[in-house]
Nanobody, 115 residues
Framework: QVQLVESGGGLVQPGGSLILSCAAS????????MGWYRQAPGKQRELVAK???????EYTDSVKGRFTISRDNAKSTVYLLMNNLKPEDTAVYYC?????????WGQGTQVTVSS
């Protein structure tokens, strides 16, 4: 049973920073991608950033230059460093893991950017 445990969400002022982490366990198959998606109220879930094994990282345009995704393969953990946060970054952030067999979602962590 694959489990994704997310942490690091919270309330931050505009211009502030947060680090999200997602630790995966229980996967018996090779990881293809690990990444983060987000869903704001009334909007569809969208890709924020993802890492591909042996390939480049990918970011949605609105976070380029502000967010950095990284992965610790030994710990099967993916991190999202979010700098210069804006109110429009407010959303529930979901960790996503894709193996050669199927994809998995975390339970989500709330990020609120407000003064």
């Amino acid at each position: 049973q694959v489990q994704l445990v997310e942490s690091g969400g919270g309330l931050v002022q505009p211009g502030g920073s947060l680090i999200l982490s997602c630790a995966a366990s229980g996967s018996r198959f090779s990881i293809k991608t690990m990444g983060w998606y987000r869903q704001a109220p009334g909007k569809q879930r969208e890709l924020v950033a993802k890492t591909t094994t042996g390939g480049p990282s990918e970011y949605t345009d609105s976070v380029k230059g502000r967010f950095t995704i990284s992965r610790d393969n030994a710990k099967s953990t993916v991190y999202l460093l979010m700098n210069n946060l804006k109110p429009e970054d407010t959303a529930v952030y979901y960790c996503n893991l894709v193996t050669v067999l199927r994809g998995y979602w975390g339970q989500g962590t709330q990020v609120t950017v407000s003064s």
